[in-house]
C-alpha cells in the first residue's frame, strides 16, 4: 500500500486543525457533532456481523470493535477532564496508553451494544456540560503530562468533536472499501 493511501486510511477526515477563532457558532456546530454521534456510530455499526466488527479498518490498525470501544473510552477520559478542569485549578490530568487499552480483552471481544449504549448517556452528558460553559470557563485548561501543554475546553471542545468524525470516518471509509450495507 503506498504511504499516501495509508495516510488517508489513518486520517480519513485530515488532522484536528487548531481554529483561528472560538466563535459561539463554532462551539455550538462542535458540541452538535459531539451530541450526535452515537446514534451515527450506531446507526453504521449495529448491524455489522462479528467478522466485520473484528475487520482492521487498515493495516496494522484496530478492528471496527476496538475502535468502538476506543471512542468510550477516550470520551468518557474527556468527560472527567472536564469536571477536573471547572473544579480545580489548571490540573495535570492522568494520561492513558489507548494502545494497551486497546489489546485488553473487552476492547477485542466484547459485544458494541453496552459500549454503544454508555455513549449515548456519555455524550448527553458531555453536550449538556458544554452548552453549558460560560465564556470564562471555556477558556480553562488543564495540563496534559505526556508533553506539558496547556488545553482550554474551547479547543476540547472542537478535538473531540474532531476525534467522533474521526473514527467514524475509519468505519464509513471501510464498509465503502468492502462494499458493506
Known sequence: MEELDLEKLKYPIGKFVIPDNYSKEYILNKIEEIASFPEKL??????????????????E????????????????NCYIRIKWTLTENNPVIKAYDETLWS??????YMPIEPTLKLLE?????LAY??????????????????????????????MYAWHSNHHLAHITTLKKIKNWD
Open 61 to 76: 490498525g484496530w478492528t471496527v470493535r476496538q475502535v468502538i470501544h476506543h471512542c468510550a473510552e477516550s470520551h468518557m
Open 42 to 59: 450506531k446507526n453504521e455499526t449495529i448491524h455489522l456481523t462479528d467478522e466485520q466488527l473484528d475487520t482492521q479498518y487498515r493495516p
Open 129 to 158: 456540560i458544554m452548552k453549558n460553559l460560560s465564556e470564562s470557563e471555556l477558556e480553562k485548561s488543564f495540563i496534559h503530562p505526556e508533553n506539558n501543554s496547556e488545553l482550554k475546553l474551547k479547543r476540547i471542545i472542537g
Open 103 to 108: 489489546e485488553l480483552p473487552d476492547n477485542l
Open 121 to 125: 448517556g456519555l455524550h448527553f452528558r
